[in-house]
């Protein structure tokens, strides 16, 4: 059974997979119209990955999904693969750029880029937030490449396939020229990776983007129908009410019960004051993580108050939000 790839054909996921594939000599198909939202909520996709993510590769020993993995799997079908390097140090480094791209890199690039497209809750501290964390990352790559032509040794490894398809999305969406020219090792990594017959090959042509895109616009308020007018009401004839005789003996009304207190207002105050954090919230702009997190730890009162950690089940993305 020939490796099948359930994904559409420009999601930067599945081209981890698919240049693994030419690199690796193995051969993967790709699946004819995909369409997100349809063909990963049918039953069969379902059984292969029950949360109807993309990519899933389909083997004769059963699905993979998560795209790392599935890159991962490919590339083991070629024994002593390059692509993982030609020592144990090297196998570790490699593995470890591809978690720095999954989890500096490539978090960062959605946690500012979605918001704007409307997949996500927009929020200027928290898009400050992930800018700022994304130019630290890009920071320590450039780094890195001012002494490295690849990730790791000589070559073209796996992590050099998974960082450039991580890169890809923000360069090609909202990584202006502005912003990268701060970066210029990881500039020229990323339009040599890119410009490898094989990850041409994959990938296209890339532009990279020129502004960044606007917020997504709120649907348009439904115009409503002029109201019609009303047809003239004729004037009701009085009806004489029957005067109504009180009762002899009135009800007795029932007495207020007295309200019961309330635990919590037993309590000793809290030491924290809230709304003192949330104005420290609302007006930092920048080191938000040094200043506004900071600030939360500084004035926590753990005897006023408990800390509840909480996944949503309906976002883009599962993410644990801060109750107090």
């Not at 594939?21 to 119209?33: C, I, Q, R, W």
């Amino acid at each position: 059974m020939a490796l099948v790839l359930h994904a559409s054909s420009t999601n930067k996921n599945a081209f981890k997979a698919l240049i693994a594939a030419e690199y690796s000599g193995v051969k993967v198909e790709l699946t004819k119209d995909f369409e997100m939202g349809v063909s990963n909520k049918t039953p069969e996709f379902l059984k292969m990955n029950p949360i109807g993510k993309v990519p899933v590769l389909e083997t004769s020993d059963g699905p993979i999904f998560e795209s790392n993995a599935i890159a991962r799997y490919v590339a083991r079908l070629k024994p002593d693969n390059p692509l993982y390097g030609s020592s144990l140090i090297e196998y570790g480094h490699i593995e470890q750029w591809m978690d720095f791209s999954a989890t500096e890199i490539d978090i960062n690039i959605a946690r500012w880029l979605y918001p704007r497209l409307g997949y996500g809750l927009y929020l200027p501290p928290a898009e400050e937030a992930g800018i700022a964390a994304l130019k630290r990352a890009l920071e320590a790559l450039n780094t890195h490449l001012a002494s490295n032509t690849y990730l790791v040794g000589h070559g073209v490894t796996l992590a050099d396939i998974v960082m450039t398809c991580n890169l890809s999305i923000g360069f090609k969406a909202i990584m202006t020229k502005s912003l990268t020219s701060q970066f210029p090792h990881v500039e020229r990594y990323f339009w040599t990776m890119v410009n490898q017959p094989n990850f041409k090959k994959i990938l296209g042509d890339i532009k990279q983007a020129e502004s960044i895109p606007p917020l997504a616009s709120k649907k348009p308020a439904q115009t409503k129908e002029p109201a019609k007018p009303k047809p003239k009401e004729e004037p009701k004839k009085e009806v004489k009410k029957e005067e109504v005789k009180p009762k002899e003996v009135a009800e007795e009304e029932e007495a207020p019960k007295p309200k019961s207190k309330n635990p919590l207002d037993l309590l000793p105050p809290s030491k924290m004051i809230l709304d003192e954090w949330k104005r420290l919230y609302s007006n930092t702009k920048t080191n938000f993580r040094e200043v506004a997190i900071k600030g939360f730890w500084d004035m926590y009162d753990p005897e006023g108050y408990s800390l509840w950690f909480c996944n949503y089940k309906y976002m883009m993305k599962t993410q644990s939000h801060l109750l107090l």
